[in-house]
C-alpha cells in the first residue's frame, strides 16, 4: 500500500471567532498529486499553508511520512516547495531567483547553476537567465516561480492556485509543461485550485474544500462525475458524463481528458 | 550683504587652510552622528521587524508611539537624557554626562524612531505573502530576515539618509549632554550656535557651509547608491 507522504488529523484552523478549516483527516499519498477545489474563501490556502508547515493549526496534528511534525520545521520545510499564485520574484536576475530555493539550502554553486538552468530549459525561459526578474511578463514570471520550486528537488511540491493570474492561452501552456514536468519527477503534489480543468487535467485524486471542510474525495471522474455541490457540476449535463468518462481512461489518455474539457469550453463559449 | 560675502569668504580661508580645530569638530560631528545612525539603523531594523512583521496587541499603539517619536523635540530628548545621565540621576555612576558618549545616546533617542518608522513602512509595503514564499522555498528565519531587507534596501537606504540628517543637525540634546566644551564635546551645531551667540558671524557661516557639504556628500554617496541599485 502507499505511503502517506502528509496527513492531518483533527486539524482546526482558527483566525478569531471564526474556524477557517476543520480537517479530521487527510492523507496525501506519495507520487500522488492531489487536487484540492473549492469555491473562493473555502479555506484551501489555509488548509495548503498548514500542509507546508507555514501555519500552526490551532488543533490537531500535522504528520511526516507518518511522524508527527514537532520542532524540527525547517528541516522539513525544506523537503518541500511552495509556488503562489503570485510568483514574488526578488529584486536579483531570473537565474539567481531560480537558484534561489537552493541557495538557501546550501547547494553548491556549480550544481546551482547547473540546475536552475535544467529547470529555465525546461519551462522555456532560459533565454532570460541574466533578465532582472522585475522585468519579466506574468507568464515569464510564473514559470520562473514553477523553475525555482522544481530545481530545489522536493518531496512534496505545493501550489497554490499558480494560474489563476493568467490568461487562457498562458494557462494553458504553463498546464502542459507543469503537467509534463510532474509526470517526469513522480513528485508528490497538492494542487490547489478553483478551476475544474485544471483539477481534471492535473488531479489524480481530488477534494472538495467547502467552508474549511472536505466534503467529497475520489479521483477526479468521481468527483465530477457526481459533484457534492452543485456549483462543481457544468453548465451542460452532458460535459459532466464526458469529461468523467475521459477522466476515468487509464492515464495515458489524461491529455485527450484535457483536449475534451477545452473542447466543451469552446463549446459552451 | 557685506556680512554674508565676508562670511562666505572666511569659510573659503577656513576650509582652504586646514584650520585644525574646525575640522576637528567636523570629524567629531560625523564620528558622534556616524556612530548615532549606526546604532539607530541596528535598533530601528530590528523594532521596525518586529513591529511590521508580528500581530500583538497594542500593535498600533506601537506604530503611534514609533510615529510620535519621529518627531520628538531633541530638547525635549536632551533634557531626559540628560536627566538620566546626571551625577545624581539613575545611570551617573557611570559619568557620562558632558562626553561624546552622551552625545552618542541623545542622537540615537533621536535617530532611532525615524529609523524605525522607515523600515517598519518599507516592510510593510513589501508584498504581505513575500514572508510565506521565502519560508516555503525553505528559508531560516535569519535568511527570511536578510531576504526581505535586501528587498526592502532602496527604503532603507532612505532611513538611514533621515537618521543621519536628524542626529547630525540637532543642536538642543548635544548641547545638553554634551556641555559644548571645546577640544571635547563640541560639535558643529553647538559650535555655530556658540559663534553666532558671541556675534562671530563669519566663522559660523564657515561652519555652516562646512556642516551643509558634510550633509549634502553623505546623501550623495547614498543617493548615488539607491539609484544604482533602482536601475539595476
Known amino acids: ?269 | 550683504m557685506d556680512l554674508i560675502w565676508d562670511g562666505l569668504g572666511e569659510a573659503i580661508r577656513i576650509i582652504r587652510s586646514g584650520d585644525f580645530s574646525v575640522w576637528e569638530i567636523a570629524v567629531r560631528s560625523i564620528f558622534v552622528s556616524g556612530t548615532a545612525t549606526a546604532i539607530s539603523l541596528f535598533l530601528g531594523i530590528l523594532i521596525g521587524s518586529l513591529i511590521a512583521f508580528n500581530q500583538f496587541p497594542g500593535r498600533n499603539l506601537a506604530f503611534s508611539l514609533v510615529n510620535t517619536g519621529m518627531g520628538l523635540p531633541p530638547v525635549v530628548v536632551g533634557l531626559i537624557v540628560a536627566i538620566m545621565l546626571w551625577r545624581s540621576g539613575p545611570l551617573g555612576e557611570f559619568r557620562l554626562i558632558y562626553t561624546p558618549t552622551a552625545m552618542v545616546i541623545a542622537q540615537t533617542v533621536i535617530a532611532a524612531p525615524i529609523v524605525t518608522g522607515f523600515t517598519a513602512a518599507a516592510l510593510r509595503n513589501l508584498h504581505p505573502k513575500l514572508r510565506s514564499q521565502l519560508y516555503g522555498l525553505g528559508a531560516s528565519r535569519l535568511q527570511m530576515l536578510w531576504l526581505v531587507l535586501w528587498e526592502a534596501k532602496l527604503p532603507l537606504l532612505a532611513a538611514v539618509m533621515a537618521g543621519f540628517g536628524g542626529a547630525i543637525s540637532e543642536i538642543g540634546a548635544s548641547q545638553m549632554v554634551g556641555g559644548n566644551l571645546a577640544g571635547d564635546t563640541r560639535v558643529m551645531t553647538t559650535a555655530i550656535m556658540l559663534e553666532v551667540s558671541r556675534g562671530e558671524f563669519a566663522p559660523a557661516i564657515a561652519l555652516s557651509v562646512i556642516l551643509l557639504v558634510l550633509i549634502f556628500v553623505v546623501n550623495l554617496i547614498l543617493t548615488t547608491v539607491q539609484q544604482q541599485e533602482r536601475r539595476s
Open chain 1, 1 to 269: 500500500m502507499t505511503q502517506a507522504k502528509l496527513s492531518l488529523r483533527d486539524v482546526r484552523v482558527r483566525r478569531g471567532r471564526s474556524e477557517l478549516v476543520n480537517v479530521p483527516q487527510l492523507d496525501v499519498l506519495e507520487g500522488e498529486v492531489l487536487v484540492i477545489i473549492g469555491p473562493n474563501g473555502a479555506g484551501k490556502s489555509v488548509l495548503l499553508e498548514t500542509l507546508a508547515l507555514l501555519q500552526e493549526p490551532t488543533a490537531g496534528r500535522v504528520l511526516f511520512e507518518e511522524r508527527p511534525v514537532d520542532g524540527r520545521q525547517l528541516t522539513l520545510r525544506r523537503r518541500m516547495a511552495v509556488v503562489f499564485q503570485e510568483a514574488m520574484l526578488l529584486r536579483r536576475s531570473l537565474v539567481e531567483n531560480v537558484g534561489m530555493g537552493m541557495r538557501l539550502r546550501g547547494v553548491p554553486r556549480s550544481l546551482r547553476r547547473e540546475r536552475a538552468r535544467h529547470w529555465m530549459e525546461r519551462f522555456g525561459i532560459a533565454h532570460l537567465a541574466q533578465r532582472s526578474a522585475l522585468t519579466l511578463s506574468g507568464g515569464e514570471a510564473q514559470r520562473a516561480n514553477l523553475a525555482r520550486a522544481f530545481a530545489v528537488e522536493p518531496e512534496v511540491l505545493m501550489l497554490d492556485e499558480p494560474f489563476s493570474a493568467l490568461d487562457q492561452p498562458t494557462r494553458d501552456d504553463l498546464l502542459e509543461d507543469l503537467s509534463a514536468a510532474l509526470r517526469e519527477t513522480g513528485v508528490t503534489t497538492i494542487f490547489v485550485t478553483h478551476d475544474r480543468t485544471e483539477a481534471l487535467r492535473l488531479g489524480d485524486r481530488v477534494a472538495v474544500l467547502m467552508g474549511g471542510v472536505i466534503r467529497q474525495m475520489g479521483t477526479a471522474a468521481e468527483v465530477f462525475a457526481a459533484p457534492v455541490d452543485g456549483r462543481w457540476r457544468p453548465s451542460w449535463g452532458w460535459r459532466t458524463s464526458w469529461a468523467g468518462g475521459c477522466a476515468r481512461w487509464p492515464t495515458g489518455w489524461r491529455r485527450w481528458t484535457w483536449v475534451a474539457c477545452r473542447w466543451s469550453r469552446w463549446l459552451r463559449a
